[in-house]
């Protein structure tokens, strides 16, 4: 069952649609369900001159679960810090929506993944150093994106028009 959160988020997901020019994209899959989700960013400075998600919307095919972990992440992440963006978790989705049923709960690491590969796609083109933690979460999204394209040929590339 689920929670009224992931309900309302599932019928009007916040920050749904793409960022013309973003300044990062995460693109992220699960082999097993299909799911497919699109995360981009554009990145801004606060008062102190820190970068932060100053823009962040997303497109995800999938179940409710998936746009409803997708339109929170976007919420949790929106004009935060990059490094306090890096730092949202499967479980801050999860609680942020009132739970997730446990057979879900993989769309809210798909969520995560997504907004952290968006921050590393950023640095990557920025030239920043990225912190080890990152690259191998990053190189660990590769490997899987690789199987859901053998599965899904061309999945990544198409977009809904």
Known sequence: MYSQKVIEHFRNPKNRGRIKNPDGVGKVGNIICGDVMWLYIKVAKNENGEEIIGEIKFET?????????????????KN?????ALSINRQDVVNSLDN????????????????????????????????????????RVEKEKELIEKKYSGWFEKRAT
């Open 61 to 77: 095919f999938g179940c409710a679960a998936a746009i409803a972990t997708s339109s929170m992440v976007t919420e949790l992440a």
């Open 80 to 84: 935060k810090t990059l490094k306090q």
């Open 100 to 139: 997730l049923p446990p057979v879900k709960i993989h769309c809210s690491v798909l969520a995560a993944d997504a907004l952290a590969e968006a921050i590393y796609q950023y640095w990557s083109k920025k030239k920043k150093p990225i912190p080890k933690k990152l690259l191998l979460r990053h190189q």
